[in-house]
């Protein structure tokens, strides 16, 4: 990108933020990143000078500064981009609107400066895009509660020191009955085990299944209203889909720019690849995907800087983004032939990275249905019998 900050019209404070968050990937992300993946190895030190730096919860930042952080940590890895669409997005979001006092001063700060790492149990065996099916249970007794249940695909689950587990009080009720309480790591009766299996992606990630068995809080840890669970679910969602929507900004620019860089310097049949027409019309084509996804984006977030609800905008954003970056990573990996076929190219683990942000945070095809809803709205003449 010749010039952001003229061309997407970002006012001097978010370019600020956008600057400090590339030179951040420059120096500290990029010389480590491919044997993190390699090794799948999570580094509690990133997260602390991501924490140092400002980084995951910029302070006085718009909405659209985040997006610009999430995009320049994308370009170049994908694990901590994930990191903190968790930490800030999905933890330290529901904390800061939700929590009572106590909880937030016990945990903001910390969790801000990344000595505190969070992290958000929704997904279950038999539960992942139904969130009222959950089978996670959340009993009252006394001025406690006590839960008991599983939770898989848990992001940062091994590694957190708190967790905000959503659990149903009514199965009958389902979103209804859903809450959400927050759990510090070592309290009796969690057990924790990475997932089974190598990831495809995100491999510097901590990906943790978890067990809670007669796990005891106090009452006072819920957080947000009795049965109000599903609302700090997809208040933090949107937080965190619109990161991701972001994140993917930055994998779809990385793999536009290595393509551009090859196709000018490869040389086939006596010309520039990029000189033959299939290959100039697949760069047009992404070029203009990312154009078409970077205004989505900062479309939703610029509402939302507003005070305008930008729900349906961050749906719309998260499913053009995600897949438009995902058929870029593909090109690219065509486009480059043999040498992407290896990670001495970060175009395969772009590629491994971005199938997962077209799942998390809410599937492809759970957007659409947000998205269809949002069109149709509610059915008026509903009096068949019909569900
Ligand atoms: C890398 C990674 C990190 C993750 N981190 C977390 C985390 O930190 N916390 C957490 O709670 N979870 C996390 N997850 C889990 C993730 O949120 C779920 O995988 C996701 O919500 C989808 O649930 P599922 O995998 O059970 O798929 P399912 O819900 O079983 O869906 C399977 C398929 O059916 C489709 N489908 C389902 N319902 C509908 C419908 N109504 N209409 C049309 N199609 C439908 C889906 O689109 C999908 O294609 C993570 C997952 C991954 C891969």
Redesign the pocket.
């Known amino acids: 990108m010749e010039n952001y900050a003229r061309e997407y019209d970002l006012p001097p404070e978010d370019e600020a933020w956008r600057l400090a968050a590339a030179q951040f990937a420059g120096a500290v992300l990029a010389p480590l990143v491919r044997d993190a993946d390699r090794e799948g190895r999570f580094s509690h030190d990133v997260v602390g000078r991501l924490g140092a730096a400002g980084l995951i919860d910029p302070a006085g930042a718009s909405l659209l500064a985040r997006c610009l952080i999430a995009e320049e940590i994308g370009a170049v890895d994908g694990s901590t981009r ?1 990191f903190l669409a ?1 930490q800030a997005g ?1 933890v330290l979001a529901p904390i800061k609107t939700f929590a009572p006092a106590a909880l937030r001063e016990a945990w903001a700060d910390r969790l801000a400066a990344g000595t505190a790492i969070g ?5 279950e065996p038999e539960a ?3 969130l009222g099916g959950m089978r996670t249970t959340i009993r009252a007794d006394g001025e406690d509660v006590v839960i008991d249940g599983q ?1 898989v ?3 940062n689950g091994g590694v957190a020191d708190v967790l905000l587990v959503f659990g149903q009080t009514d199965a009958a009720l389902r979103t209804r009955g859903l809450e959400c309480y927050l759990v510090p790591s070592d309290t009796p009766g969690i057990t924790r085990e990475p997932m089974p299996g190598k ?1 495809l992606g ?1 491999r510097a ?1 901590d ?1 943790a299944q978890l067990r809670f068995e007669g796990v005891r809080v106090p009452r006072a840890n819920r957080i947000g209203e009795a049965c109000k669970g599903f609302d700090v679910a997809m208040h933090g969602l949107e937080d965190g889909r619109l990161n991701v929507a972001a994140g993917a900004l930055g994998i779809h620019r990385a793999c536009l720019q290595a393509s551009i860089a090859f196709a000018r310097s490869r040389r086939q049949f006596g010309k520039r690849i990029g000189d033959f027409q299939q290959v100039g019309a697949t760069l047009a084509d992404m070029d203009t995907e990312l154009r078409a996804a970077r205004l989505l984006v900062h479309h939703a977030a610029r509402l939302q800087d507003r005070g305008l609800d930008n729900a349906h905008a961050v749906s719309a954003a998260k499913l053009y983004a995600t897949e438009a970056a995902l058929k870029a990573a593909t090109n690219a990996i065509q486009l480059h032939g043999s040498r992407a076929y290896s990670d001495e190219l970060p175009l395969e683990r772009h590629w491994r990275d971005v199938i ?1 942000l077209t ?8 957007q659409r ?1 947000i998205l269809a809803r949002s069109l149709l709205g509610k059915d008026q003449g509903k009096s068949d019998g019909g569900n």
Do not use: F, P, R
Not at 119 to 123: E, K, P, S, V
Not at 359 to 366: D, P, R, V
């Open positions: 994930g968790v999905l992290a958000c149990a929704l997904t992942g895009s139904d939770k695909w848990i992001t990831e995100h990630s990906h997962a799942i998390y945070e809410g599937t492809s095809n759970i249905v």
